[in-house]
């Protein structure tokens, strides 16, 4: 009955578009909903670089291993899924953290299936979470976490020096800018660990905080982000 009056106060909208869904079921309208574009099968085993590269690995990972064992998203960053990840993301929607991580929980059940029940979001700085107020990777964690009986505590993984924004910057820049940007808790020492972020896109901030959980004592990290970007040509 609780569900149903607030279905009837707020009904639900499109994650994308905020056009309101007729039903209570769903996450984009129909419109939306066709336009999505789903990671494509064939990808790198390691990081879900889409392409088809000599040994299933792609330049990036043949050239420099990463410290997590399989990164994977569910969607290319493109269209319905992007926008719905700007809304939560800058423009205040906090509230988007439970759908989404419904979405990627739905999306991803075979990823999943086989993943670490310590699940870490990749932090914001604190003065960054100080300007927006929430930290969006921690929410769509713990989100995930409850929908998928996972546990994500907070404080396991500290952005603990100041970045600028990855948007526009080059490979080796992406990297250069958040080396040594992450400081991990002992409390991962001989954990398996999924890390998880909105967007995955050259894997640079994914690396340095895998390897600060590494460092940390985690014995294994695996990456899962809800969206992915396509990076090499």
Not at 170 to 193: C, D, M
Request: proline share 8%.
């Amino acid at each position: 009955m609780l569900k149903a009056l607030l279905d009837l106060l707020y009904p639900p909208s499109c994650l994308a578009c905020t056009k309101v869904l007729p039903g209570s079921e769903g996450f984009f309208c129909e419109a939306c909903d066709t336009a999505l574009e789903r990671l494509p099968p064939v990808c790198c085993r390691t990081c879900a670089e889409p392409g088809a590269f000599p040994g299933d690995a792609c330049p990036r990972c043949r050239a420099s291993p990463p410290p997590f064992s399989r990164a994977w998203a569910p969607f290319a960053h493109e269209g319905p899924v992007a926008r719905a990840i700007h809304r939560f993301k800058y423009e205040d929607h906090p509230n988007l953290a439970g759908p989404l991580a419904e979405l990627l929980a739905d999306e991803a059940r075979g990823f999943l299936a086989q993943a670490p029940a310590l699940v870490v979001a990749l932090p914001l700085h604190k003065r960054r979470y100080h300007t927006r107020k929430y930290d969006q990777a921690q929410l769509l964690a713990g989100a995930l976490a409850r929908a998928t009986g996972r546990k994500a505590p907070v404080g396991l993984l500290t952005r603990q020096r100041e970045t600028q924004r990855q948007v526009g910057l080059s490979e080796a820049e992406r990297a250069n800018n958040v080396a040594g940007a992450f400081t991990a808790s002992s409390r991962v020492a001989g954990q398996h660990v999924l890390l998880v972020d909105d967007v995955f896109t050259t894997g640079a901030t994914a690396r340095a905080a895998a390897s600060a959980l590494r460092e940390a004592g985690a014995t294994q990290v695996e990456m899962l982000s809800l969206a992915r970007a396509f990076t090499l040509e």
